[in-house]
Structures are given as structure tokens and as C-alpha cells.
């Protein structure tokens, strides 16, 4: 900072009116080197644009060197976007890309128009050769910046992706640390953006959770832990996981000391709307928003908090209280998502009422909104395989890391390799009587255990639970709500747990056995996998979310050693009792 200001000192010193100038004599132009404005960048962006806009209109002057023209065009982009300016030089940050990605793989950078490479170019190369990687993926990154201000969704999802793979590929763990790490994080921040906004929420948390780990890192980053700790349970939320959504907003609100911030509130009351949900205490909550509504700082906020009350009272079919509140976002919010969101409600809301004459308006309103969803299935259909695409690479690459630092054990003294050769000895071992384990739960099942099997489906509790579910079309994210009909009751658990016990030894035993508590929900699911029923249909049986009955599997399975599908392991282990 102090090279910086003496700089500046100089630049107002050169422009002074003074003999030289009268006399005809030109001062010296200050030359900046680009690290400098670099660091700038950090603290003062918006003193580090005026720099480059100075260098641009030759106030001061960079080299003329290749590397050093790209790396301002990737400074001039990286500034633009942070004071929050549209990107104007995007073919040049493209051609500033190609470069350094040609440099990082080696090959001959391309020409820049209008003059070749000087000699003492493969110099100044191989002195930038350790930044080489950083710069490139920066590049990437502010090139997918582009992309999203151009609402080219898929496109800066690429770009996002391509930068981290650079990271990964060049840098080691320990290395991303500082500017770095801080740069994987605002990455892996605005990936969690691209999936949050058009709703694919299992994708936003993975990207919200690698991003945490990165803010955390770093120091004096309350605000950003805080927002990805919001954004993990906005989307759990959006998926109805209440509970843990709850856990990731109290977290949040947790470590955010700015009591007076539009986060703090935004979070605040997405946490007293899903207490509404769980426990419907209209009153308590609409308290809340109320006294949040008040300290509102900008007409944007105060309709949005106007949307959630809306809601609310929505929800309690309140009307007319919700009519008023719906109608003044729909009139006056610059929030093309909240006037849709409160369009929709209001078409209820004028069926309901009868008002058929307003109908039109709102719904007029919403049509462009249902092609839109039409063109997002597309995009999200892409974004998926790009995340599928993505997380395969990351496991690779984390594959061919471990066989790296496998390989350097070959290095390592006498001693060292004989406690390895020991493991070896003690896991083979280990792994021996493991599958001895298994094979002895796999005998052949004689006639009379199939029998056995037979007349427990036979039981009339089991053939109506099994005709339950037949012909149900039950995804992995179908919750009990939708299927109530289905959801077994305490009689019928009891019925099935008595037909079981008929025919087989007690599951608690066996749980017991395998020094598991025989809970009823483990000892219930059990019940559920000797009928044959899949986890999807048990989570609906058992009025349980998709991702509880997973766990309990988990559970089992550890427990068991099981290593084969859960439902054909259990049945073995009955039928042999």
C-alpha cells in the first residue's frame, strides 16, 4: 500500500503545471507493475479500477510483454465485476484465457495480434510459471461471470467447473490457503447460486457444503460462513427436511454478530416461517414478522417481508388479510420471482372468492412464467449431468491423488515398510474372516425355510401391506404427505410384528445379537425388508423421510457386515436361525 501511494504521489506530481512543460519537455510516465494492482484488488477494488483505467488511457503504463497485457485484461475484468460494473472486455478476457490455459498445458501460447513473441518472452514465462494455474483458472471464472450476466446458465456452470478443476489439478490441499481458498470458495459460491436459483437443491448443498469448508479457512469471514450456513438450510427447507434446515439457520444466526444485517433478518425470518410450519403457531410467528417488517431498510425488503406475511395468512385462509398483503407486492415489487409467487396465490385466492373477473390479470400474468419452467427443464437436465460429470471427476481425481501418496511409501526406510507389510498381513486377515463371515450367512435355503418364508407372505396383514404398495408410483423424494392412505398404522405394525414372530425368530434377538438396540423403527423396517418392500415404500409405510430409512439401513448393514442387497441378507439370516 505504501509502494502504492507513492505512486499515486508521483502520478499527481507528473500532472502539475510546472517549466519543464512550458519548456517543452514531457515527464516520465509511472509504470505499475500489475502484482501491485493485484493486491490492491483485495482491499480496494475501486481503487485498483481507476488504475487500470488510468493505464488504459495512458496516464501510467504496464509492459507491453504478452503475459503482462492478458493479466490486465483478467485484472480489468476481475474489477469491473467487483464494483459491480457489466463486463466490456469479453473477448479479450476469452483471448487472456486461451493463453494461460495454453501455458499451463504446455503448448505454444497464441500470437497476439498485431506483433510476434519476443525472445525474452520464454523468461518472463517461466518466472510467472508458479501463477500460471491461478491466473487461469481465474480467468475461467471471471469468463463463467460473464456468462451469468448473459443468463447463460449452463455456460458459466462450465466455466465455474473448469476453474476448480485447474485448482485441483495444480495445487495440492494444503496450497489453497489465503487468496486462494478464498478463491474456491466465492466459486464453489456461485455454483451453489446457479443450482439454488433454479431449484435443484441436493446439487446447492454438496457445492454450500465445499464452500463452507473453504470459508472456514479463512479469517474475519463471519458473513460468508453465515450466508452459506443459510443457503444449505434454505434448501434442505425448500426440501422439507425441517429439522435440519432448522440446524443450519440456528447455526447461521449463531455465528453472525451484525444483529442489524439484511442477512440476520433474511434468516431470521425464514426461521420463524418453518416454525409456522411445524408447529402452525400463527400468532407467535406473524409477532415476529411483524417486528422484522419494521426495521426493514429498503422498499425491496419491506415487500418481501410483506410476501411472507402474505403467506401466512395464506396458509390460515385469511383472505382477505392475505389479499392485501399479496396484492401490494403483486403491484409494487421490482421481484419478478415474488410477483409471481404472490400472482399464484392470488388466482386462489379469487377463485375462492369468486372474483372471476380478476382472475385474468393474474394469470395473464404467470403464462410466460410456464414456458419458462418448459426452457429450465432443459437447463436443469444439463446442469445435472455437468454436476453428475463433476463429482465423477472430483472422485477420480481424489483416487489418483491417494495412489500418489501410496506410491511414495516405495521411499520410505526399512522400518516403515515392514509396519506396512504388517497392515497388509493384519487387513488380509481381517478381510479373511469377514468373508468367512458372509459365506457362512449364505447356505443353501433348504425347502422347509422356503416354506417358512412362503406362509409368513401368506399372512393376511402381509399380503394387504404388499397390495398397498403395488402399482404405487413412489419416487426417492415422495414424502408420507403425499401417500396418507398408505402409512401403516400402530395396529397394523403390531399385526406384523406378530405374523413375523410366527414364523421366524424374534428380530429383536437377532438385533440384540448384533449389539444393536432393537428400536421399533429398526425392528419395523426389518419387518418391511422381509416382505420384500424397497426403502422408497418403507419410508411411505413407516411415515419416515427417504434419507431417516437410508440411515437405518446404514445402520443394519454395519451392523451386519452385510455386503448384498439388505432385503435377500435378512431373509438369509431368518431362514437359518
Not at 517461466?126 to 480467468?139: D, E, K, V
Not at 403425499?482 to 410366527?502: C, G, N
Not at 434377538?509 to 422408497?536: F, I, M, R, S
Request: charged fraction near 20%; hydrophobic fraction near 40%; aromatic fraction near 10%.
Amino acid at each position: 500500500m505504501l509502494l502504492l501511494w507513492a505512486m499515486l504521489l508521483a502520478c499527481v506530481t507528473s500532472c502539475s503545471n510546472d517549466t519543464t512543460e512550458a519548456q517543452g519537455f514531457a515527464l516520465p510516465q509511472t509504470t505499475i507493475p500489475l502484482s501491485v494492482i493485484d493486491s490492491v484488488m483485495q482491499q480496494r477494488p475501486d481503487s485498483a479500477l481507476v488504475l487500470l483505467l488510468d493505464c488504459r488511457d495512458g496516464v501510467h503504463t504496464v509492459s507491453t510483454d504478452p503475459t503482462d497485457r492478458h493479466y490486465y485484461e483478467l485484472l480489468l475484468a476481475e474489477a469491473l465485476y467487483k464494483n459491480d460494473s457489466v463486463q466490456r472486455n469479453r473477448k479479450a478476457l476469452q483471448q487472456a484465457m486461451a493463453y494461460f490455459d495454453s501455458l499451463v498445458r504446455g503448448a505454444p501460447p497464441p500470437p497476439l495480434k498485431g506483433g510476434a513473441q519476443r525472445a525474452g518472452d520464454s523468461k518472463k514465462i517461466s518466472n510467472l510459471t508458479p501463477n500460471l494455474a491461478f491466473l487461469s483458472a481465474r480467468a475461467h471464472y471471471m469468463n463463467g461471470v460473464g456468462y451469468y450476466e448473459n443468463d447463460s446458465a449452463v455456460e458459466a456452470c462450465k466455466e465455474y467447473m473448469k476453474a476448480l478443476d485447474i485448482m485441483q489439478d495444480h495445487f495440492e490441499e494444503k496450497e489453497l490457503v489465503g487468496y486462494k481458498a478464498k478463491f474456491m470458495a466465492l466459486t464453489y459460491t456461485r455454483l451453489t447460486d446457479v443450482f439454488s436459483d433454479l431449484y435443484l437443491h441436493e446439487q446447492a448443498i454438496y457445492f454450500a457444503q465445499l464452500s463452507l469448508t473453504y470459508y472456514q479457512k479463512l479469517n474475519n469471514v463471519s458473513w460468508q460462513l453465515s450466508r452459506m450456513l443459510y443457503e444449505i438450510g434454505s434448501n434442505y427447507d425448500l426440501l422439507n427436511q425441517l429439522d435440519t434446515a432448522d440446524y443450519y439457520y440456528r447455526n447461521a444466526i449463531k455465528i453472525l454478530h451484525d444483529t442489524n444485517s439484511l442477512v440476520f433478518r433474511d434468516i431470521f425470518v425464514l426461521r420463524s416461517l418453518l416454525c409456522y410450519k411445524k408447529d402452525r403457531q400463527k400468532e407467535n410467528t406473524l409477532s415476529q414478522l411483524y417486528h422484522i417488517l419494521n426495521q426493514s431498510n429498503s422498499e425491496a425488503e419491506y415487500l418481501s417481508r410483506y410476501l411472507t406475511i402474505g403467506e401466512v395468512y395464506y396458509n390460515e385462509k385469511q383472505l382477505d388479510s392475505a389479499w392485501y398483503y399479496l396484492k401490494t407486492v403483486y403491484c409494487n415489487s421490482q421481484s419478478e420471482a415474488s410477483r409471481k409467487q404472490a400472482a399464484e396465490w392470488l388466482v386462489e385466492i379469487c377463485k375462492a372468492q369468486g372474483k372471476e373477473s380478476e382472475i385474468l390479470e393474474y394469470a395473464d400474468f404467470l403464462v410466460p412464467f410456464a414456458n419458462q419452467e418448459e426452457n429450465n427443464s432443459a437447463i436443469k437436465s444439463q446442469l445435472t449431468e455437468l454436476y453428475n460429470t463433476f463429482q465423477q471427476n472430483s472422485l477420480e481425481r481424489q483416487h489418483q491423488l491417494e495412489i500418489r501418496k501410496n506410491a511414495r511409501w516405495t521411499a520410505v526406510a526399512i522400518g516403515v515398510l515392514l509396519f506396512i507389510l504388517l497392515a497388509i498381513a493384519w487387513l488380509y486377515h481381517k478381510n479373511k474372516k469377514k468373508l468367512q463371515y458372509i459365506e457362512s450367512q449364505k447356505p443353501e435355503e433348504p425347502a422347509k425355510a422356503q416354506d417358512r418364508l412362503l406362509a409368513f407372505m401368506e399372512e393376511p396383514i402381509c399380503q394387504a401391506i404388499v397390495q398397498s404398495v403395488q402399482g404405487q408410483n413412489i419416487k426417492r423424494l415422495a414424502t408420507p404427505k403425499a401417500f396418507p392412505e398408505l402409512v401403516l398404522t400402530d395396529a397394523q405394525l403390531q399385526q406384523l410384528s406378530m405374523a413375523a414372530k410366527r414364523h421366524f425368530v424374534p428380530i429383536e434377538a437377532l438385533l440384540e445379537q448384533h449389539g444393536l438396540k432393537a428400536k421399533p423403527a429398526l425392528v419395523n423396517l426389518c419387518h418391511l425388508y422381509l416382505l420384500g418392500l424397497d426403502e422408497k415404500q418403507a419410508a411411505i409405510l413407516l411415515n419416515r423421510d427417504y434419507s431417516s430409512v437410508k440411515r437405518y439401513e446404514k445402520t443394519l448393514k454395519t451392523a451386519f457386515h452385510a455386503q448384498q442387497n439388505i432385503i435377500t441378507f435378512l431373509r438369509n439370516i431368518v431362514l437359518n436361525q
